[in-house]
């Protein structure tokens, strides 16, 4: 099953990639509208992707619990603090490994110091 | 031709399309593929240190999910995009479905369609085969670069991007390789599956450039967490797509109140 969602990402991703490249000439570029959208599409998908990694509750997703107590405790848990710091750790350093190996070390902190859910 | 563009052209090997003369060297002659392709290689080469860890978790993520180490390599070698490759990776040993994994790689890899949009009218002139090659190699770094520098300078187009995007492919999958290789030796303490959303954190937070762009992440976020247990992994995708439309509704309804201010 992997290699066949390999095969077809594959060659899906392509297709995406030599689009335009290919087509350019018969199509006049991107609609402008498509082309606004498409502006917004990395902070959507990667925040769609990314938020609900980091409020897990029981580790699992918070939608899964729907109570106060645990909307609390997703806000509080080791995940969503090592998010934040990890952020914090982005916006300041640009850097991609320095995100990660803060965000590790304060993720292993944080359930060291407070036990792992 | 005049005698001064087919004194350029001899070992240019563009077939003489770039006619403009750009005196690089002192021969006052275009400089060479070669030259062009280091120069290219010689702008990514920074880029490159940030890429490594990202390909090392390709590999390590994908072990550790349960893929073999030849699953994890034909993932970098055949579609060859990292933030798809890890969200294929996470959904994959969540057991998701083949669609909603297709799904969701090709709606995180549809921003490439922008690129190739952008990219098209400087690279015209590149036929066939190697326009394919040019398409398979295109990554956020590559283009970045290749668009910014081909809109400021007569440099040999293909030459530059290839200069560009080739040491980026190498690195992949030589770090895919590692990652599998040191996946395996990682301490049962070290959650190196969490690497995998803070990598998407290291992307997101320079994504979020304006109010625009905030709105849709919000959203986009807020949503996915709200959805996150419906089927399919829809929450995502709905999330992707509730964080889009937040994103324009943000846009116009920022331009309209400046339009109103101005007038």
């Keep these: 099953m992997v290699w066949l969602v390999v095969a077809v990402a594959g060659v899906g991703t392509f297709s995406i990639r030599a689009s335009f490249l290919f087509l350019l000439g018969r199509v006049d570029g991107i609609p402008a509208r498509a082309e606004r959208a498409l502006r917004f599409v990395p902070a959507a998908v990667l925040a769609a992707l990314v938020v609900p990694s980091f409020l897990q509750v029981e580790g699992g997703p918070l939608a899964a619990r729907p109570t106060l107590a645990s909307v609390v405790a997703a806000f509080s848990g080791p995940r969503f603090l090592a998010g934040v710091i990890a952020a914090a750790v982005a916006y300041r350093t640009e850097s991609i490994l320095a995100t990660i190996l803060v965000g590790l070390i304060a993720l292993v902190g944080l359930e060291f110091l407070f036990g792992a859910e | ?263």
């Design chain 2, 1 to 263: 031709m005049s005698a001064a563009a087919s004194y350029a052209s001899t070992d240019c090997g563009q077939g003489g399309r770039n006619r403009q003369l750009f005196p690089l060297n002192h021969h006052n002659v275009r400089m060479s593929f070669r030259g062009n392709f280091r120069s290219g290689a010689r702008a990514v080469a920074p880029v490159t240190v940030g890429v490594i860890p990202f390909g090392l978790i390709a590999g390590a993520a994908a072990v550790d999910a349960g893929l073999s180490g030849w699953q994890a390599v034909g993932l970098s070698m055949v579609v060859f995009a990292g933030a798809s490759q890890l969200a294929a990776i996470e959904l994959l040993s969540e057991n998701a479905n083949a669609a909603v994994v297709v799904g969701t790689m090709l709606v995180i890899n549809l921003r490439m369609m922008m690129y190739s949009a952008s990219l098209a009218p400087f690279l015209e002139d590149v036929r066939g085969a190697r326009k394919a090659l040019v398409a398979y190699l295109l990554t956020d770094q590559a283009y970045a670069l290749s668009v910014t520098k081909f809109a400021d300078s007569d440099v040999s187009r293909l030459p530059f991007y290839l200069g560009a995007a080739a040491p980026l492919w190498i690195i992949w999958q030589l770090c895919t390789v590692a990652g599998v290789v040191a996946g395996a030796a990682v301490p049962e303490w070290l959650p190196l599956g969490f690497a995998v959303p803070l990598t998407f954190l290291a992307l997101l937070v320079p994504a979020i450039k304006d109010r625009a762009t905030l709105a849709a992440a919000a959203v986009g976020g807020g949503v996915a967490v709200v959805a996150a247990t419906l089927p399919f992994n829809l929450g995502l995708i709905a999330g992707a797509v509730l964080g889009i439309t937040a994103g324009l509704l943000t846009e116009s309804t920022l331009d309209i109140e400046g339009r109103e201010v101005e007038h």
